[in-house]
């Protein structure tokens, strides 16, 4: 039995801040070692953070991640350090290929490997990751090679999130032909639903069939459209988790390990494992002359199991950190949400004061000649609550000023949405004139159900810096908004929406007695059918078959389909759902196609 003090590094990296990253790398490297860990592993890409999208394409971008190498290896006296990086390309290999290895010009998404002030053997990823929002081949050549890794008697194999998703991959290759014991696999994996749960069940599967330890280390935080929410474990060789990091916080796991050793593995000894691209992938073995030096008499073991949170409470955590890091990392002072007294802009306005603290929340409330007294009523009575700095700007004489103006144009005509359009379009130049003025970021209110269909105003409500609940449909709208009223710990005080902002009928309130049941099905009507359409690729047939009116399916998958041209100039929002408007579901704009049909 051979013991293992393991130190997990949940970090909240800022995309292209390399020396931050690096500074705050180091810091927890130094940590660990006081902690007495015998190797501490960081996140995926943790030196340039994660996605770098197009500043992967700058060379001077991968010289500068090289130079933090160094500076990182020198404070690893006494502890070996994973740290996700990345690494240039074999120049060598292109030259030998010629124009046969274009793909061998690009760099590796990798693990830098630094032992004791040494710099050993890297890996680099193998599975590139290239749907939804990934489009890791566009940056990156597969690794092919999945070292492991020798500390005395136990073998580390490391490898990279997407690597462990394949039950033919790294983690089997390692197990079977490197004998590893234990597996450290390192991620930016980014949250949505049901992501947490179904990544426990794969690597529950992986540990089993494999007969190994896994360590599972995510990164945490908020990057533009996607939040990564950490939930880091580590599992036993049965599938059982033994400790889990915080969910949505950064965080420093450590855990004591005991790894049985002595027993005799199946290993097929270093060798060809399996191919890459046509080409074998070898698993050398490491010699890393490192041996952990754990455990110290008297010195008590350590473990950490968070509990899992539910579901309403991880969205919410997700919005709000969300929030957090899109305002902060882009230097933002304050935020401006256009509050109406609907459900909508109370829940925007919730999430964006648990982020920031009230005082850098300011709600504008504009109402028109169809503002109702009741959602004055409740506009006020929210700020109050949240208590927030709000202002009321009257649309009224601008939208009677403008209906001059455009009097002799429209004549012969009758109003319609053009003149409801036009009090949305007012809201949002005065919420922009704001941003403009004071430099805060206007947070837009529209849900996924009305982004969906495109029910908002393109210039109007759409106007804005980053749509919080963009991925939320209407239906999990109120159920957040129910869930966050009737909860509150250390990190969330108590807030209650008012209670008639939960139970109204929503509207617009562009027109008289205008409610959106007037354009739109039931909400779990239209949430139903909108998960089928655009979050599963339905077709009309399933749907109807479903139990749906095909005349209601026709209508909204219309309604869906000629909105793409709105959508695409909408601002960026948060991803929740498996599917979210944007990177994961890229339509054509222009499209006879008509699936409906």
Known sequence: MMMIRLAMVQMNA?????????????????????????VVVFPELAVCGYPPEDLLLMPKFLFDISRMRDRITKVTTGIMAVVGSVIESDRSAQQRLGDHGKDRRKPLNAAWVLVNGQVKRSYAKCKLPNYGVFDEERYFQPGRTSPVYGLGPLRIGINICEDIWFADGPTSWQAAYGGAHLVLNINASPYHVGKTQNRERMLAIRAKANNVMVSYTNMVGGQDELVFDGNS???????????????????FL????????????????????SKVDGE??????????????WPKSGVPGVR????????LEEIYRALVLGVQDYVRKNAFSRVLVGISGGIDSALTALIARDALGASNVMGVMMPSPYTSKESREDARRLGERLGIEMQHLSITRAFKVLLGVLGKSFQGFQADTTEENLQARIRGTLLMALSNKFGYLVLTTGNKSEMSVGYATLYGDMAGGFAVIKDIPKTKVYQLSRWRSEYWDSDFDRVIIPERIQVRAPSAELRHDQT???TLPP????????????????????????????HVVRTIMGMVDRSEYKRRQAPVGIKITSRALGKDRRMPITNRYCSGA
């Open 14 to 38: 800022v995309v292209g801040d390399l020396e931050g990253n690096t500074r705050t790398i180091c810091g927890w490297i130094r940590e660990a070692r006081k902690a007495k860990a015998d």
């Open 233 to 251: 474990l580590v599992m036993d060789s049965t599938g059982v988790v033994l400790a889990r990091a915080k969910a949505f916080k950064e965080d």
């Open 254 to 273: 450590l855990t004591d390990l005991q790894i049985p050793v002595t027993r005799k593995r199946k290993s097929k000894g270093p060798g060809n494992a």
């Open 280 to 293: 074998d992938v070898r698993v050398p073995m490491i010699r890393t002359g490192w041996t952990p030096r």
């Open 304 to 311: 950490r199991l968070t509990p899992v949170i539910g579901e």
């Open 516 to 518: 959106d049941q007037d």
């Open 523 to 550: 909400y779990p009507v239209l949430d139903a059918i909108l998960q089928a359409y655009v979050e599963d690729n339905e077709s009309m047939g399933r749907i109807v078959k479903m139990g749906y009116d095909s």
